[in-house]
């Protein structure tokens, strides 16, 4: 069993800032791609940010530059630090992470519940 658990969400301002968390706990037995998805109402699921082991990251051109996406391999947890926030960045964020359970078997793709995200003046 592996779970996703996210915090940070809010209700901010325009141009603030927030930092969202997500940790994965259970049968871990290893890690690769983790990253954070976003979706607000009427729309699909988008892509926000990913990384991978080795800390490579990957931004949607609507964050770059106002995102940053990093993580403690040690704690199996990946953030998310959101600054000058915009009314277009309000959504639901969800974790996401490629993890395998055992030595030799396949990834898993695995998802959080997801956490809210407001900016509002």
């Known amino acids: 069993q592996v779970q996703l658990v996210e915090s940070g969400g809010g209700l901010v301002q325009p141009g603030e800032s927030l930092t969202l968390s997500c940790t994965a706990s259970?049968?871990?037995?290893?890690?690769?791609?983790m990253g954070w998805y976003r979706q607000a109402p009427g729309n699909e699921r988008e892509l926000v940010a990913t990384?991978?082991?080795?800390?490579?990251?990957n931004y949607a051109d609507s964050v770059k530059g106002r995102f940053t996406i990093s993580r403690d391999n040690a704690r199996n947890t990946v953030y998310l630090q959101m600054n000058s926030l915009k009314p277009e960045d309000t959504a639901d964020y969800h974790c996401?992470?490629?993890?395998?359970?055992?030595?030799?078997?396949?990834?898993?793709?695995?998802w959080g519940q997801g956490t809210q995200v407001t900016v509002s003046s």
């Open positions: 259970g049968s871990i037995f290893s890690i690769d791609a």
């Open positions: 990384i991978t082991s080795l800390g490579s990251t």
């Open positions: 996401n992470a490629h993890i395998r359970q055992r030595r030799f078997a396949a990834f898993n793709n695995y």
